[in-house]
């Protein structure tokens, strides 16, 4: 009877240790991002626990190539997907509390998706996931507001030059057409000054002849 005791006494404390090395995976359920700047996608074990000697991989549809992978307690890029080089980072400055999110700089669109965190150490594994929204650049209230005033100006100056030149091409007509009717008015005296000068010398020539 004592050496059944014993025995499930030592499968309970094996048992009990097992479930010391357990753990579960957790992050958030959505990150949004501006386009172009950089983002951090959390990724934490609970209970607390250190993750230096576990293998942390970051990925998206597929589990390799990876978008980052830690293990052997340094990070691994030899089957990282291309378009993430150069622009991961696993922080590890609370790795040991279990706290190690990712951090993508430069986001593109492409960049736009699901990601999953896989933990895994000798004797248990977890997985969580986050959507990662990215957003396009918007400029700032105090820009738009200087952009729209700009938009403003430049329509008021290009109106007031479009009357201006209506006003003066009227203008240049009302004075082509005062110069023809000045022409021809001048034209008119010419022609009367030409029919008086024409009707002089024939009435000296009447008057000067003998009854």
């Known amino acids: ?9 030592i499968l309970w404390l094996l048992y009990k240790e097992s479930l010391s090395f357990r753990f579960k995976v957790f992050s ?4 949004s991002v501006t386009l172009g700047s ?7 074990l609970s209970p607390e626990m250190s993750g230096e000697n576990m293998e942390i991989r970051w990925f998206k549809i597929q589990y390799q190539p ?7 307690r340094k990070d691994d890029y030899t ?6 080089t150069n622009r991961t980072e696993l922080l590890k400055e609370n790795i040991t509390r279990g706290v190690f999110p990712l951090l993508i700089r430069n ?25 990662l929204n990215v957003n396009e650049r918007r400029l700032p209230v105090t820009a738009r507001n200087t952009y729209s005033h700009f ?8 109106l007031i030059f479009f009357v201006c030149i209506c006003l003066l091409l009227k203008c ?27 009707g002089k010398p024939h009435t000296e020539a009447s008057y000067n002849s003998p009854v």
């Not at 958030?28 to 990150?31: A, K, L, M, P």
């Not at 990876?66 to 052997?72: F, S």
Request: aromatic letters at 8%; one cysteine or more.
């Open 107 to 131: 986001v593109t669109a492409q960049d736009s998706g699901e990601y999953h965190c896989y933990v895994e150490s000798s004797n248990h594994h977890g997985r969580a996931k986050v959507q």
């Open 151 to 158: 938009l403003v100006i430049c329509a008021s100056i290009i």
């Open 66 to 72: 990876y978008v980052h992978l830690y293990e052997n």
């Open 1 to 9: 009877m004592s050496n059944i005791l014993i025995t499930f006494l």
């Open 79 to 84: 089957a990282q997907k291309p378009e993430f």
């Open 28 to 31: 958030t359920d959505s990150v």
């Open 172 to 198: 240049l007509g009302d004075l082509q057409n005062k110069h023809v009717k000045l022409q021809s008015k001048y034209e008119d005296v010419l022609a009367a000054q030409a029919k008086l000068s024409n």
């Open 38 to 44: 950089d983002v951090m996608l959390p990724c934490i």
